[in-house]
């Protein structure tokens, strides 16, 4: 994709699935990637498997929880390479409980990491990317931001407060040559689905009903689509969020109930 190459990258919550993803792509495209996670031996294992491959990879250990981490690393990053142009906002974390027995301290880890990180991660990198007159930030959604399910009530939440946050900083950063866009996925075939589905956690069958396409996404599909947003062939977009989810957000209600 062009302009991709040679530019400066942080992905968040990279050390595996979708981050990983994401960032094995802008690898390809020739970008230098720092992958950021807070799973320290997740997240070696990956970057070295990736540089032994040839690519320009590093890690950084971060707890996104901290907005003082988050001005470090970027402070880090900026210092090291003299600029800053792609931010992938991906971190985040799943807790469910119904919405009358959700705890208090829950509430809170899921929405400093979906989403006070992704404000102040943005806020951090737009000082940047404003000296340059230029940047591309994509925060990763959900699905579920649109279609909502039970004993998921602050996640789903915490998705759509993202898209609203892409269309406000989309909105207000513009004038300065960022562009801010979310990438929602949908049932994705990562080793948490996997893992969810053997714990019954999450129905196979269920996903594929509201699917129009009948199947998965694959985490390339995801990674493709930031690629694309992050990339100069996406420069007349902002403050939009896609939906990779195989239809699932347009689609009405799932194939049995549906009338012959």
Known sequence: MQGINDKVAIVTGAAKGLGRAIALRLLKEGAIVILADILEKELSNTVLELT?????????????REISAIDDMVDTVYKKYGKLDILVNNV???IRDWATEFKETDWDKLMDI??????????????????NGKGSIVCISSTNAKRFTSKRTPYCISKAAINGLVAALGNELGRFGIRVNGVAPGYVLTDMAVSAMKANLMSEETAISVTPLKRFILPEEIASSVCFLASDEASGITGQTLFVDGGWSINGLPEPKDME
């Open 92 to 94: 985040g974390v799943q």
């Open 114 to 131: 979906n989403l006070k990180s992704y404000y102040f991660a943005s806020r951090s990198v737009a000082r940047i990317m404003k000296k």
């Open 52 to 64: 032994e491959n040839g690519f320009k990879a590093e890690k950084y250990i971060i707890d996104v």
